[in-house]
């Protein structure tokens, strides 16, 4: 049926009261970038994986970056740890959990009788946000699908939210970490708990204690799913 030039006329007048100027044009920009949110899912291997998005553009982290934090440890783990975005010496080194933080959370696995070569460790963002900012709902909805590809390919058994911040954004709540504390979460399938971020420790040494008895639990829950599984 062909369009009338009234049909025309309102189409035009309602693109210009919306946009305030010339019709609205989508950018080839826009359109690679809704393209590129999808993961393939002919990729089979975490290292094929990271040469695969290592020079992500999809948002604007890829222009104030370092270095693409993907991820660390065994790619075979039973307990993947999830942390919210790159830090600072993080984003320096192009890898997760490093500086005082990551030497406390290596000190803790250590204590549950871990070290970091039986483990993953990843974050939610692969970039570091401006002055270590909160991750922006933009910046999860584009990289989280990499995480989700991340668990896919490592299949662990047990994930663990470290913060508040990266709880949450898994999760979508506005819970709160002690609300978070002590319960099994689904996600996406796998059980995740959640506990403190090791920076959040080394700021307030009272939380050690609960975070000590966390960690006892993520233990037990490690081994009785491997035992389940063997």
């Known amino acids: 049926m062909p369009i009338k030039s009234d049909q025309i006329k309102a189409f035009v007048e309602e693109e210009l009261e919306i946009f305030g100027g010339p019709l609205y044009m989508p950018e080839a920009q826009n359109?690679?970038?809704?393209?590129?949110?999808?993961?393939?899912?002919?990729?089979h291997d975490l290292n094929e994986f990271n040469e695969a998005i290592?020079?992500?553009?999809?948002?604007?982290l890829g222009a104030t970056r370092t270095n693409f934090v993907f991820g660390i440890g065994n790619p075979d783990a039973d307990l993947m740890f999830v942390g919210e975005a790159p830090g600072?010496?993080?984003?320096?080194?192009?890898?997760?959990?490093?500086?005082?933080?990551?030497?406390l959370l290596d000190d803790i696995l250590k204590a549950i009788e871990l070290k970091?070569?039986?483990?993953?460790?990843?974050?939610?963002?692969?970039?570091?946000?401006?002055?270590?900012?909160?991750?922006?709902?933009?910046?999860?909805?584009?990289?989280?699908?990499?995480?989700?590809?991340?668990?896919?390919?490592?299949?662990?058994?047990?994930?663990?939210?470290?913060?508040?911040?990266?709880?949450?954004?898994?999760?979508?709540?506005?819970?709160?970490?002690?609300a978070m504390r002590g319960k099994v979460f689904d996600y996406h399938g796998t059980?995740?708990?959640?506990?403190?971020?090791?920076?959040?420790?080394?700021?307030?040494?009272?939380?050690?204690r609960p975070a000590w008895e966390d960690f006892k639990t993520i233990r037990d829950m490690y081994h009785e799913k491997r035992g389940a599984s063997q």
């Open 54 to 60: 290592m020079h992500c553009q999809k948002c604007a």
């Open 31 to 43: 359109k690679e970038t809704v393209e590129t949110t999808t993961v393939s899912a002919d990729i």
């Open 191 to 208: 059980d995740m708990v959640v506990t403190y971020h090791p920076a959040a420790l080394l700021r307030n040494p009272n939380w050690k």
């Open 116 to 178: 970091r070569e039986d483990v993953y460790i990843a974050n939610v963002l692969k970039c570091r946000p401006p002055n270590n900012r909160d991750p922006n709902k933009e910046e999860i909805e584009l990289c989280e699908p990499y995480l989700l590809k991340q668990i896919e390919l490592i299949k662990p058994k047990l994930l663990v939210a470290l913060g508040r911040i990266s709880a949450t954004t898994l999760l979508r709540t506005k819970d709160s970490l002690t």
């Open 88 to 103: 600072e010496k993080e984003d320096l080194e192009g890898v997760p959990f490093v500086g005082r933080a990551g030497k």
